[in-house]
T-cell receptor, first 117, second 112 residues
């Protein structure tokens, strides 16, 4: 089944304790991205990657790191989580990003609900 | 700030009616648009893509794009209770890379 797999689904952690949220896709997609979703603010992009070893900041990158060492994996790292990073996180991937086709549409993972206390 | 704006709703329509969801955008560089449906507690799923001015139909869904007015809409014909969800509008623009900006979503309630 074509999918984006995120783990864990739920995570409660304490301030300052490093954590990694994993994301893996099995569709050979070029483009991967991380979003956070907060009430009233919608989906905001954290980081994106256009290919292996190519990553760049989105709109809200502070406090996050990513890496893309393999095409299928795009982990999100919080080096020192803070309570304002409590949110619902989504990993998403798309086959392309030309802006001209349905293949530019995202497939989303199931989400990770993170609580930082 | 390049934005995609949607009325948060909820938009309530009776079963069988046409639901009309609207979205405006501020970036004239936006060239294509997506509609995603998000059920409560679930992840967004892609339902429509539109690139050219005019209408695009897929089953009960019709997406409309008017680039001159910077306006995108989604019509859902013969609305069903299973269509009750939040609908997210997203615009893709050519700003160095094809950046996708999401609206905050409109919650649709279809009343049986």
């Amino acid at each position: 089944e074509a999918q984006v797999t995120q783990n864990p689904r739920y995570l409660i952690t304490v301030t300052g304790k490093k954590l990694t949220v994993t994301c893996s896709q099995n569709m050979n997609h070029e483009y991967m991205s991380w979003y956070r979703q907060d009430p009233g603010l919608g989906l905001r992009q954290i980081y994106y990657s256009m290919n292996v070893e190519v990553t760049d900041k989105g709109d809200v990158p502070e406090g996050y790191k990513v890496s893309r060492k393999e095409k299928r994996n795009f982990p999100l790292i919080l080096e020192s989580p803070s309570p304002n990073q409590t949110s619902l996180y989504f990993c998403a991937s798309s086959l392309s990003w030309t802006g001209r086709g349905y293949d530019d549409g995202y497939t989303f993972g199931s989400g990770t609900r993170l609580t930082v206390v | 700030q390049k934005e995609v704006e949607q009325n948060s709703g909820p938009l309530s329509v009776p079963e069988g009616a046409i639901a009309s969801l609207n979205c405006t955008y501020s970036d004239r560089g936006s060239q294509s648009f997506f509609w995603y449906r998000q059920y409560s507690g679930k992840s967004p799923e892609l339902i429509m893509f539109i690139y050219s001015n005019g209408d695009k139909e897929d089953g009960r869904f019709t997406a409309q794009l008017n680039k001159a007015s910077q306006y995108v809409s989604l019509l859902i014909r013969d609305s069903q209770p299973s269509d009750s969800a939040t609908y997210l509008c997203a615009g893709m623009n050519s700003g160095g890379y094809q950046k996708v900006t999401f609206g905050t979503g409109t919650k649709l309630q279809v009343i049986p």
